[in-house]
């Protein structure tokens, strides 16, 4: 299909009839010859003298030409363009970030994986974080460990490969061996800050109590829950450890339920995937849809036209006035 960018443009079509009859003809002044036998040559010739001007008359194609350069000049400026059919592009509108305790408890061994051999936290967190990403193919996102104090592992991407490689990349103890909890969701939302999507989702992964926070995990919930993050806490391992290894239930309960999240316990590596399971079914996938139709501008093989055509005839012109020329010198 074809549309113009400025078809108001096309109103300058009649410009040249306006300029004919309202503005008044060009005259051009030239030198005569007198002659004193001017009665004779009248008299010979039968032409009777008289005041007025020469008009030079164009060739027919001249005038055809003429008025098909002038819309063809017209139709340019009016920018012809040629529009193709509607692209839609799905993309995400959601950024999804997650957040994993790689505190010295991680390394217990209490977990089955899928052949019943026993591994330890951080493994088979990796392992069934691998498939819930399958399950968030559209999703930007983003990566955060953290120990005596976190760091952005992954900023939010939609490059999901690269993403699984630097969570494969994760070790315990890599970012201390204590568990700075509160910490972790500050750095989130400070990642959230630049994120133009209004669908922010934290999930958090640890099996420990915050023991050296500098921002109150409670108080951090707060935050987010203004910015719009709702935060999904997954408590890994036994709840009955004590010590500093003991879940804060009580405090990943209130997080959640601040942010409008979910909290959820996992004990092995199947409740972990009923966990996810739930969570996906809690945060659907969502769809920004952007259309648009791809244009090609047409004018300058309008603008050609007239160029070339104006070319030969000024060359075929050029050719004829040579031979004319020619001819009357060997006369």
Do not use: C
């Not at 300029?19 to 005569?32: C, D, G, H, I, T």
């Not at 010859?33 to 010739?45: D, H, I, N, Q």
């Not at 019943?116 to 493994?123: A, E, H, K, N, S």
């Not at 409670?218 to 719009?228: E, H, S, W």
């Amino acid at each position: 299909m074809i549309e113009f960018a400025y078809p108001w443009l096309i109103l300058a079509l009649p410009l040249p009839l306006v300029a004919y009859f309202v503005l008044p003809a060009y005259k051009e002044r030239k030198s005569s010859v007198k002659v004193p036998f001017f009665r004779r040559l009248v008299e010979l010739t039968g032409e009777k003298p008289s005041r007025g001007a020469v008009v030079l008359e164009r060739m027919l194609f001249q005038k055809a030409w003429l008025v098909i350069s002038w819309l063809f000049i017209v139709l340019a400026l009016a920018k012809p363009q040629w529009v193709g059919e509607p692209i839609v592009i799905d993309k995400s509108g959601r950024d999804l970030m997650i957040a994993v305790d790689l505190s010295g408890s991680m390394e217990s061994t209490d977990f089955l994986d899928e052949s019943g051999q026993q591994v330890d936290r951080l493994t088979a967190v990796k392992s069934v974080l691998a498939e819930f990403i399958t399950q968030r193919a559209h999703d930007r996102l983003g990566l955060i460990v953290f120990g005596d104090a976190p760091f952005l592992q992954a900023p939010f991407t939609e490059d999901h490969e690269t993403w699984l490689t630097l969570l494969a990349e994760t070790e315990t103890g890599m970012a201390g061996m204590s568990t700075a909890f509160g910490d972790a969701i500050g750095l989130s939302i400070k990642a959230f800050e630049n994120s133009d999507t209004e669908n922010r989702v934290l999930i958090v992964l640890t099996d420990g109590n915050d023991t050296g926070s500098k921002v109150p995990p409670i108080d951090a919930a707060k935050v987010a829950d203004q910015l719009g993050v709702t935060i999904y806490t997954i408590a890994i391992g036994d709840p009955a450890t004590t010590g500093e290894e003991a879940l804060d239930i009580d405090t990943l309960k209130r997080i959640a339920e601040i942010t409008s999240g979910g909290y959820y316990q996992a004990l092995d590596r199947e409740q972990l995937e009923r966990v996810y399971r739930q969570i996906n079914e809690l945060e659907p996938a969502i769809f920004e849809s952007l259309s648009y139709r791809p244009k090609q501008s047409l004018h300058h093989y309008l603008l050609a036209i007239v160029m070339v055509g104006y070319l030969l005839f000024f060359s075929l012109m050029t050719v004829v006035s040579y031979k004319n020329q020619r001819g009357v010198m060997d006369v």
